[in-house]
């Protein structure tokens, strides 16, 4: 949650004066904040391990650290029931009311700006239980929805450019439906201290959910909560510390506990869940170079698959001879009939995606140039690679860039990994 670079710095080596200055000021305030919380957590009835200690990246922020060693099963950080900030259930106030009317608002898809709400209602009031925890948030957040229109063509990957494109509107359409309803309200009704919540307002409030909010399941169901603190634990898919949700008398406390013994300087890590880079990069603003939950996703096309198989060497009817047994399966796989979906998926743990491979086994190429027609990225992984050298590039360039590297990655890996079983059914026939 924390891989959000909140600003762009020269490395301390390299910097002028005056750079280093500022870097160093900026950090001192960061690390200042932090002792901050950590005074506010114990002090409303939580528990930080005094063996913990901020740590301040220039490209991720704040995390947290252990100064020595603890054992597994160690508790690292309490957070009882009223420390966590979420959406309220039921309206304890006229606020609340509006603020739970904001939320109807809301697509289901997008649940980042329904608890989003939540989170400018308190940054507006002034003396608000979670100022600590807020004035701690970054200013600004580094994902796409920020992005010039460049840099999101740049991506070059429709799913995700629709994706950005969808939030983007989202935005703008809410914030035209919040400034209806909060013109016909009084001033005792409204939620944001009479400020103005407009679409940077509502990206902000997104971006620093989406990027920090953690799913909670208990006997009421599940709901997205922000935990102060623990969320400044860093992202790793092999974690070295777990999130343990305890139910109690006042509602659900969280603790973090070290999930094996751990070192003096190491990291305190967290995994955020078996993510895909086009998750990582939506809802974090960063990118995992070697992914194994990535994936890339294409259009089924006969002409594709045809040129597939020829490469494959593998016989087959053909479609201009499509035999009604085909015809029907390829219906069952939902490529062709009713309820067709033509998305395929490439990587991940399967390396390529079923219905395809079920679909490779009724089908023959008519050509292997078809192949090369077939491109989805303008530009090829050796360009990007140059590219990313670039002194110029900004923060969101270095992103999108670093982004479609990982893309072609996980397609390079793929047909790497298909050529190695081609080869091990080839040895076998002999």
Not at 13 to 40: H, K, N, T
Not at 346 to 353: E, Q, W
Request: with cysteine.
């Amino acid at each position: 949650m924390l891989r959000l670079c909140t600003h762009s710095v020269l490395p301390i080596a390299l910097a002028p004066r005056s750079s280093r200055v500022s870097f160093c000021y900026f950090q001192a305030q960061q690390q200042q904040a932090g002792e901050d919380l950590i005074a506010w957590v114990r002090q409303n009835g939580g528990h930080v391990h005094p063996s913990l200690r901020l740590l301040v990246h220039s490209s991720s922020g704040l995390g947290l650290a252990a100064t020595r060693p603890l054992l597994s099963g160690t508790p690292l950080i309490t957070l009882p029931p009223h420390l966590p900030l979420s959406l309220p259930t039921f309206p304890a106030s006229s606020q609340d009311q509006t603020l739970l009317q904001l939320a109807q608002l809301v697509p289901e898809d997008l649940w980042a700006l329904k608890l989003g709400l939540k989170l400018l209602m308190e940054r507006a009031q002034r003396g608000s239980f979670w100022w600590p925890y807020i004035s701690n948030l970054p200013q600004r957040f580094n994902i796409p929805v920020f992005f010039t229109g460049s840099e999101i063509a740049n991506l070059q990957y429709a799913p995700v450019i629709h994706q950005v494109k969808k939030r983007c509107r989202a935005l703008l359409d809410l914030a035209k439906e919040v400034e209806t309803v909060l013109s016909k309200l009084g001033t005792d009704q409204q939620p944001f201290g009479g400020q103005e919540v407009n679409a940077s307002s509502l990206g902000w409030a997104m971006a620093a959910v989406s990027s920090r909010a953690f799913q909670m399941h208990n006997s009421s169901g599940s709901s997205r909560v922000m935990l102060p603190l623990i969320d400044m634990c860093n992202h790793s898919f092999t974690p070295n510390a777990r999130i343990i949700q305890q139910e109690e008398k006042g509602g659900t406390s969280f603790v973090v506990v070290a999930e094996g013994n751990l070192q003096a300087g190491a990291n305190i890590l967290l995994s955020y869940g078996a993510l895909s880079n086009d998750v990582l990069l939506l809802d974090y603003g960063f990118v995992e170079s070697q992914n194994v939950h990535d994936f890339v996703e294409m259009r089924y096309d006969k002409i594709m698959v045809d040129a597939a198989r020829v490469a494959a060497r593998l016989d087959g009817d053909g479609y201009s001879q499509l035999a009604e047994w085909k015809q029907s399966i390829l219906e069952q796989l939902n490529f062709e009939g009713v309820g067709v979906s033509l998305q395929v998926k490439f990587g991940g743990t399967n390396l390529v995606d079923g219905r395809l491979l079920a679909a490779l086994r009724v089908l023959y190429a008519q050509d292997s140039d078809s192949v090369k027609r077939k491109g989805h990225f303008p530009t090829p992984i050796t360009e990007d690679e140059g590219a990313l050298k670039s002194k110029e590039l900004t923060e969101a360039g270095t992103l999108v860039l670093e982004y479609r590297i990982a893309k072609k990655k996980v397609l390079v890996d793929c047909m790497r990994g298909l050529s190695r079983k081609l080869q091990s059914l080839e040895r076998d026939k002999f």
